[in-house]
């Protein structure tokens, strides 16, 4: 079994020949039914390294299988350029959104992509310049490593034509003047669609700090608003998983948007008031609430949470507050008071204008 590129290396055999099929999904229907006979599937390099042997390794059983890597994709792509892989950005985007190399553009920066099929590249290409960096250099590299292999130099602004038949994957260097995401947390709120429901980049930053993200942990965004929380808790590390619950569906609407636009798609949305839409979720590692604290929320969550949850809340209002400082009060943890200040002009001079202050609570249940 295997791609028909690499079914067209093979040499006359009498062994059955099956063509994987396209989306990579459906060949396990064809695969699995074929336990207990001797079966070859082929890949492209390394199957561990955005390839078929991390699925095909869950479906099937430890002593069912064994695999014999070769050089990867990325490797022999590297090589071609003289880039050094520990330096550079390798993503699987064959069977994901390019949305996801968002976080990713920077000016200088390297990345070694895999493509699904050679109608892949114009879209990349066009994205690219999209977001502002149509000056970035693409290499268009096909069946590397073997007689057919064939590089291609575009900018991906020019869109100049191009023969490809199989691309295996594009390298990119990044280049132009667009816009790039900070790599701290704080976002700017011009990053995300929003109806002013939206936690302040400085609050954001401080919040994201309180929730302290820890290699793959869980967390639910109660109130989620534009999802500006749990997009950036997603952004800090690829091991993270992110839950937001929103009860308005315009809001859910504005997520799901910010969500696919920062490559963040990963993010579960769930359309429902807190805490009957928690019931069947998988369970946290840490829980913030923006919006819609109440007694009977806080009340629940402290009730059903298991021992060692960490939990932050942010209040505005005096009433929410309250119920923040009796929480401390039976629960202890650490209540803080943020007061944020911008100058304004006052006549002729100018003086600091407050926001709302925010007391925030955060606890391990």
Known sequence: MGPSRHLDLVSETEADIIEWPVPFSKGHAD????????VVVLVSGNPFWFGAGTVLARKLKPEEWRALPAPSTFSWAASKLGW????????????????????????????????????????LAD???DQGFGASQLWIMESLGGPHEKITQIKAEEQAPFESARPVCVAIEIADTGKSMSLSCG??????????????????ALTLSALAPKHGEHLWDIGGGSGSIAIEWL??????HATTVERNAERVAAIQ??????????????????????????????VFVGGGLNGELLDWLTTHLVSGTRLVANAVT???????????TRLGGSLTRIELSHPTPLGSHSSWKSTYPITQFSVTL
């Open 257 to 286: 948007s910010n969500a696919r636009r920062l490559g963040m798609d990963r993010l579960e949305i769930i359309y429902g008031n807190a805490p009957h839409a928690l019931q069947n979720l998988h369970s946290p590692n840490v």
């Open 235 to 240: 952004l800090c590390h690829p091991s993270l």
């Open 84 to 123: 050094p892989i520990e330096q550079i950005t390798t993503l699987g985007l064959h069977a994901a959104p390019i949305e996801r190399l968002r976080p990713f553009l920077a000016t200088g920066r390297r990345i070694i992509l895999l493509v699904r099929s050679a109608e892949s590249v114009p879209i």
């Open 187 to 204: 976002l700017d709120n011009d990053w995300f669609q929003n109806d002013g429901q939206i936690t302040k980049p400085p609050v954001r």
């Open 318 to 328: 005096l009433e929410t507050e309250a119920l923040l400082i009796d929480a401390n």
């Open 31 to 38: 695969l699995l039914p074929l336990r207990g006979r001797n």
């Open 127 to 129: 994205y690219v310049t």
